[in-house]
Nanobody
């Protein structure tokens, strides 16, 4: 059974930082491209950051320079370090794993940026 479990969300003030984690089980983690997506109320889900199985990263323009995605294959975990957070970063953040025809999603973790 495949599971992606996100953690690390919460309430943070503008300018603050959070680190999200996504622990995977039931997959050969090192084979998978890992992504973080987010969905704000009333908006479409958007991809925030991605890291390939070989470690290549890319980011949405809205988060470049502020967010960093990384992975630890030994721990089967992907991270999203978020700095200089803005109110517009408020959303539910989802972890996604993709490889070949397989595509799995976590349940999401809420991030709220507010004073």
């Amino acid at each position: 059974q495949v599971q992606l479990v996100e953690s690390g969300g919460g309430l943070v003030q503008p300018g603050g930082s959070l680190r999200l984690s996504c622990a995977a089980s039931g997959i050969t983690f090192s084979n998978y491209h890992m992504r973080w997506h987010r969905q704000a109320p009333g908006k479409q889900r958007e991809r925030v950051a991605a890291i390939s199985s070989t470690g290549t990263t890319n980011y949405a323009d809205s988060v470049k320079g502020r967010f960093t995605i990384s992975r630890d294959n030994a721990k089967r975990t992907v991270y999203l370090e978020m700095n200089s957070l803005k109110p517009e970063d408020t959303a539910v953040y989802y972890c996604n794993a993709g490889f070949s025809l397989n595509d799995f999603w976590g349940q999401g973790t809420q991030v709220t940026v507010s004073s």
